[in-house]
């Protein structure tokens, strides 16, 4: 099978990434998975004394905690911690098939404020709980135990990802998170604002 050219492209973009800068993404990424794990257990063992009424307010706290501990921080990027010592992006691949970071219409900057409305969504989101207790409850078990496989999937993966894998496996772990939010259990608006983010994905590597 004959790669495409923009497979090629992406191949010659992480070529240059050298070890080190790796292995510091990989850690700052695997840190990231550590500290979800720790607040996913948490919040599995808090939910069957969690009352009816407070069960939104425990959903929106579950999705924030969850996006707050993805990999979306200039640490957990071999890119930025390669090439944005003097915030000149000299010889970022990245920059060259994305668009620099910081410019308004790149990849990831496109992403990064989806996600941010993402964010915003769920925590100005003080409307009811959009579902019984009892599927609530079984939905939000159900968010916890599915993201915490995917997070330990993710640490299983990393020591064996080169710059290129890892990029890919980052890419493919926000979308599966991003889909395992509880939103179903939000407003509407949280639920557009996560399909926002999905297509947004699409480009982000």
Request: proline residues 4%; charged residues 25%; aromatic residues 8%.
């Given at each position: ?133 009892h599927d609530a409850r079984m939905h939000l078990n159900l968010s916890i135990k599915v993201s915490r496989d995917q997070a330990m999937r993710l640490q299983e993966d990393l020591p064996f ?45």
């Open positions: 099978m004959h790669m495409t050219d923009r497979a090629k492209e992406l191949e010659m973009a992480a070529k240059d990434i050298d070890p080190s800068s790796l292995q510091a993404a990989k850690v700052a990424i695997d840190m990231n998975c550590r500290e979800y794990l720790r607040w996913a257990d948490l919040f599995s063992c808090r939910l069957g004394t969690v009352k009816p009424e407070e069960l939104h307010k425990f959903t929106r706290a579950l999705a924030l905690t969850l996006l707050g501990h993805l990999p979306t921080r200039p640490g957990t990027c071999p890119f930025c911690i390669q090439y944005d010592r003097d915030r000149a992006c000299t010889g970022c691949g990245y920059a060259a098939t994305h668009g620099r970071c910081d410019a308004e219409d790149s990849a990831f900057s496109l992403f990064i404020e989806a996600f941010q409305e993402l964010g915003r969504s769920v925590y100005q989101d003080t409307g009811k709980l959009c579902s019984s207790p990802a080169g710059a290129l894998q890892l990029m890919e496996l980052k890419a493919a772990y926000l979308d599966a998170m991003i889909c395992l939010l509880p939103g179903l259990l939000l407003g509407e608006e949280v639920q557009e604002k996560c399909l926002l983010v999905r297509r947004m994905l699409l480009n982000y590597w």
